[in-house]
């Protein structure tokens, strides 16, 4: 077992927007997206995380909390903007209670149909199973429920195209961490699965639930419900911490094992992208803020911000 650990250089991550990508580092983010004219426009944002201006926040499981939340908060204005310029809304970014709004919107579905649904389908089960058994089966529950979500909204066109640009952005990153130059052939022939990957996270999050909330206890469903909602920040700051181990350990064949599942699922939210689609999201990684391949490279087109 080859156990050695691997010095962690500054890394970039990104997200897929409609019709563009969005790509961050440490010292901020871009966002590039193609107009139905055709352009690649983007946007700046300098803006340091929340861990390095507060380092208290930077402490293990803590950190992956923090970390979740702006994912959130920047993943919602990004994904806004980004619909404003690929045409699908009238509003060009929402306002800060639009988006405490929203956030909290996502997060009560998210309880609804990954918390008090599968306690609720699961349990009839605790007669026959017992208590680890019921918990086994809401992991099971949850875990379908969430694979069948991703299945059906692959299937719709706008979403298709989402995961191509999702693919784009891996693979720029991909090309980027093995040192190639930011070409759309060099791109081209890159994975499009990436360890880092935020659907590896939330599948490493749904794992994690069934080993920790088996230690939850056999209460009644509504004390189930309650202290699953409460001890979710615990699973996701565990989650975090698993899911940065590839940066340290790439080699470690239980790390592969464990971050196995969710490059399996990148194979659904993730297609081939087009070369267009490429273009976009070396765009994006090009123009983050500091990012220290922009002198090397060469942007793909004239960029209007």
């Known amino acids: 077992m080859n156990n050695k650990k691997t010095p962690v250089p500054e890394y970039f991550g990104g997200q897929a927007l409609l019709e563009g990508v969005m790509m961050q580092g440490t010292q901020g983010y871009a966002m590039a997206v193609r107009t139905p004219g055709g352009r690649i426009v983007y946007k700046q944002t300098h803006r340091r995380k929340l861990t390095d201006r507060i380092p208290l926040l930077k402490l293990p499981l803590l950190r992956g909390i923090?970390?979740?939340c702006e994912s959130m908060y920047i993943g919602f204005g990004t994904l806004t903007w980004s619909a404003f310029q690929s045409g699908e809304e009238e509003e060009e970014q929402m306002s800060w209670k639009?988006?405490?709004?929203?956030?909290?919107?996502?997060?009560?579905?998210?309880?609804?149909?990954?918390?008090?649904?599968?306690?609720?389908?699961?349990?009839?089960?605790?007669q026959y199973v017992g208590p680890f058994g019921?918990?086994?089966?809401?992991?099971?529950?949850r875990i379908g429920l969430f694979l069948a979500y991703v299945l059906a909204i692959s299937r719709l066109p706008?979403?298709?195209?989402?995961?191509?640009?999702?693919?784009?952005?891996?693979?720029?990153?991909?090309?980027?961490?093995a040192g190639l130059p930011l070409t759309v052939s060099n791109i081209k022939r890159?994975?499009?699965l990436n360890?880092?990957?935020?659907?590896?996270?939330?599948?490493?999050?749904?794992?994690?639930m069934i080993i920790v909330f088996t230690f939850i206890?056999?209460?009644?469903?509504?004390?189930?419900?309650?202290?699953?909602?409460?001890?979710?920040?615990?699973?996701?700051?565990?989650?975090?911490e698993v899911f940065r181990l590839p940066l340290k350990y790439p080699n470690n064949p239980i790390i592969r094992v464990l971050t196995a599942p969710g490059l399996w699922l990148q194979k659904i939210t993730t297609k081939e992208p087009t070369a267009a689609q490429i273009e976009v999201a070396m765009a994006s990684l090009l123009l983050v803020p500091a990012f220290p391949g922009a002198a090397k490279n060469t942007l793909p087109h004239t960029l209007i911000s």
């Not at 019921?134 to 529950?141: A, N, Q």
């Not at 360890?195 to 994690?208: A, E």
């Open 195 to 208: 360890c880092r990957c935020g659907t590896s996270f939330i599948f490493m999050s749904l794992l994690l």
């Open 158 to 177: 706008d979403i298709a195209r989402v995961f191509q640009y999702h693919g784009a952005e891996h693979k720029t990153i991909n090309a980027w961490e």
């Open 134 to 141: 019921r918990s086994l089966l809401e992991g099971l529950i």
């Open 66 to 68: 923090v970390a979740f």
């Open 98 to 126: 639009e988006m405490a709004v929203a956030i909290v919107g996502a997060l009560l579905l998210t309880i609804l149909f990954f918390v008090i649904l599968p306690v609720c389908l699961a349990s009839f089960s605790l």
């Open 217 to 240: 206890g056999n209460y009644n469903p509504v004390q189930r419900i309650l202290t699953k909602i409460v001890a979710m920040p615990l699973v996701m700051g565990i989650a975090y």
């Open 190 to 192: 890159q994975s499009r």
